[in-house]
């Protein structure tokens, strides 16, 4: 098993650009999160969901969107970028019967 | 805002001596998680101690939970220069209904010098 992925390591976007940040598991998970994490900040949470089609938003979710169609993918996509969302996120997919979370790599993301 | 506070925010040790980080929490959860993460990696889960339960050990790891204080402590014993890492505790509460609401502290830096 590959676990939880994401595409890609790092992106450098200007101002105002979209892009989706990719994320894959293939444990059969039904939960997944997004996740940022900033210095000194720790992690918050983005977006959850339980399961394909039912999605929820969690600390921090302005600015971003996501959507479920299906248990192995859960992308996050950002509308118009702004330097304030430069930060390393994070995907996980949690265990079924326990909150235990399994994170993917992440993703280093730069606005300018 | 944050639910976990951990302290310290840095820690560091000689190999072979213990390592105790805490964190503290401000409402009632079901349970509680610490995680590692290596420089520039992901999370990795180490161990989960349960509301009701006091105490929990994992290899040379111990974690004990007072929910009347409301705090945690994560024990590594004779630590090794390759525990160097980020420990972050995490609070939960729900669990298969609510999935992924945890709720991350700032966590804390380890080094373990040789």
């Known amino acids: 098993n590959a676990g939880v992925t994401q595409t890609p390591k790092f992106q450098v976007l200007k101002t105002g650009q979209s892009m989706t940040l990719q994320c894959a598991q293939d444990m059969n998970h039904e939960y997944m999160s997004w996740y940022r994490q900033d210095p000194g900040m720790g992690l918050r949470l983005i977006h959850y969901s339980v399961g394909a089609g039912i999605t929820d938003q969690g600390e921090v979710p302005n600015g971003y969107n996501v959507s479920r169609s299906t248990t192995e993918d859960f992308p996050l996509r950002l509308l118009s970028a702004a330097p304030s969302q430069t930060s390393v996120y994070f995907c996980?997919?949690?265990?079924?019967?326990?909150?235990?979370?399994?994170f993917g790599p992440g993703t280093r993301l730069t606005v300018l | 805002s944050q639910q976990g506070e951990e302290d310290p925010q840095a820690l560091s040790i000689q190999e072979g001596e213990n390592a105790t980080m805490n964190c503290s929490y401000k409402t009632s959860i079901n349970n509680l998680q610490w995680y590692r993460q290596n420089s520039g990696r992901g999370l990795v889960h180490l161990i989960l101690i349960r509301s009701n339960e006091r105490e929990k050990h994992s290899g040379r790891l111990r974690v004990t939970l007072d929910t009347s204080k409301k705090s945690s402590s994560l024990l590594i014993t004779a630590s090794r220069a390759a525990d160097t890492a980020s420990y972050f505790c995490?609070?939960?509460?729900?669990?298969?209904?609510?999935?992924?609401?945890?709720?991350f502290g700032q966590g804390t830096e380890l080094s373990v010098k040789p």
């Open positions: 995490a609070t939960g509460w729900g669990w298969y209904t609510q999935g992924g609401k945890l709720i």
């Open positions: 996980a997919s949690i265990k079924p019967g326990s909150n235990e979370q399994f």
